[in-house]
């Protein structure tokens, strides 16, 4: 079936990095755009990022300031994001999740990978 | 940057009311509009897109409508699983996204 899981989630200090992953299966991976999108503890939904289905487009938001880099593997079907620099208000869950095309909405989501920032 | 509110942010409703949730975009977004409805513990799940296009597999009861900057979700008849936060999101400045704040429904 159509899946996707996020990976790389932990406990990390501030000023550190951490890389997460989202496997995807199911589906032709190489076919669809993909976005990180987080969600702190109790809050709404925040949209982190977005890849195009061939890599060759990303956008970020405003609000992360070069720290975050979005990237994929197609030969692996595989999502990631470097992040690096955290702060404590990075701290969320982050999900990945799949989009046909630019204007589609995001049909499938991973369950998510937990990212603490505390020393 | 495009704006999304939604109203009200919180709801008390019994089983089988109708739930009217809104929401709003600083800007015409045409029917460039989703919903999402989230679970405690649970990713969202997309319930309709387009504005009015119900997902697949998404019960009936839930409906949505409006265009330009002024959007609803409706649900008739609440079920007990319908007890959820619904987050609205835009898609007119793809590829990025603007997601609402979200409304929660609780039961009364």
Redesign the interface.
């Known amino acids: 079936q159509v899946q996707l899981v996020e990976s790389g989630g932990g406990v990390v200090q501030p000023g550190r990095s951490l890389r997460l992953s989202c496997a995807a299966s199911g589906f032709t991976f190489s076919s669809y ?1 993909m ?1 990180w ?1 987080r969600q702190a503890p109790g809050k ?4 982190v990022a ?1 890849i ?1 289905y061939d890599g060759s ?1 990303i ?1 970020y ?2 609000s992360l300031k070069g720290r975050f880099t979005i990237s994929r593997d197609n030969s692996k079907n595989t999502l990631f994001l470097q992040m690096t620099s955290l702060r404590a208000e990075d701290s969320a869950m982050y ?1 990945c999740a799949r ?1 046909f095309s ?6 499938v ?4 990978t937990t990212v603490t920032v505390s020393s | ?1 495009i704006q999304m509110t939604q109203s009200p942010s919180s709801l008390s409703a019994s089983v089988g009311d109708r739930v009217t949730i809104t929401c709003r975009a600083s800007q015409s977004i045409r029917n ?1 509009l ?1 919903w ?1 409805q ?1 679970k405690p513990g ?5 319930l309709i ?2 504005a009015s296009a119900l ?1 697949s597999g998404v019960p009936s009861r839930f409906s949505g409508s409006g265009s330009g900057t002024d959007f609803t979700l409706t649900i008739i008849s609440l079920q007990p699983e319908d007890f959820a936060t619904y ?1 609205c ?1 835009q ?1 007119y400045s ?9 409304t929660k429904v609780n039961i009364k």
């Open positions: 755009g976005h999108v709404g939904l925040e949209w977005v195009s487009d956008f938001a405003d999900y989009v630019a204007y589609y909405p995001l049909d989501w991973g369950q998510g | 940057d460039s989703n999402f989230q649970q990713a969202p799940k997309l897109y387009a997902q987050y999101q898609s793809a590829p990025r996204f603007t997601f609402g704040p979200g």
